[in-house]
């Protein structure tokens, strides 16, 4: 589904002054020589449970627009701002996704804003969520994610929570749904009176793909400068999507296997942890293979004992080195993006 869009279009003084004398302006310069450093002119469209969508005008040099000599930008999720969630019944024409946030910013600074056809599309978000039934999988999940690579992007992973792989491209996200929902969106419908608990109890299980689609990644697909919305395809976005996660998939597929082996453990530690704390935990490791958990319980406190094994299981370590483990490892919840269906 399409989350957050950002379009633009070349715009007259006329319009450009009446959006400005109703926008919040923020200025930098220099006192002593009134040089102008940036000048920033931002508006907010008020949608459902206080999500807006934003509305920025601009100098049209930014965009090579020289006529007029100005720009209009909208940005923000359509979906949002409609529904006051995203995490299901999404919206995925995105010809309608555009001309609503073009007719919504018309109407809320009473201007006639360009046609259509002479909008264009800067950045567009596709997201996949997929119920996998409880929290602990998604947690399991992600956390199996924990030593991800990929190139040219540095990963950033939250553990429970997330991964990020920024691109000047794409940027693809990994979430946890409900957690997301929880730090970012459910106190502001709870004062809305929207039934947060309800949809608590829905997206219970979420786990959401995201790709944000840049510029570049556009302009390599339509082979255009200025890509006009209204020539653009669900399919090709989504495309995208697909193409940059099944690169993941394939690349994390070493990593949610559990290792065993002593020269696969030193490696996957090294690989997780900072040099001391690996060289620690593998140390700890040879221990437990060596003399036996309840050997080795009686050298440690208590506290420092369980955080080493949390740290080994983090790590996906089998320390056990029995059958049981094994079999185990055979009834893991195993989940691939490109074998579920979607929640819709």
Known sequence: MIDTVKIYAEIDEEIYNKIYSMSIVKTSYDNETGELFYN????ALEGSYDNRLSVRVDCGVKYGFVNKGYCIEIEGSLHKYLKGYNAFDGLYDINYVCKSMIDIAAKRYNVSLPSYENWFLQRCDIAVCYDLINQVNVQDYINSLNSCKYPLRKPKFFYNESLYLSGTTTT???????LEFKKHDMNKLAKNNFDVFSLIDKIKGFVRFECEIKKKALVKIYKEKHIKFINVKYEDLKKVWSDEFMKIVKMIRSDLEIVRERDDVFERLNKLYKPCKASRLYSFYCSLILEGQNVVFKKFSSSSYYRNIADL????????????YVEAEKDMFYFNPFEWKEVV
């Open 40 to 43: 920033i002119t931002t508006g």
């Open 313 to 324: 299981k983090y790590a996906r370590v089998d320390f056990s080195q029995n059958q049981k």
């Open 172 to 178: 693809l996200k990994i979430y946890n749904k409900l």
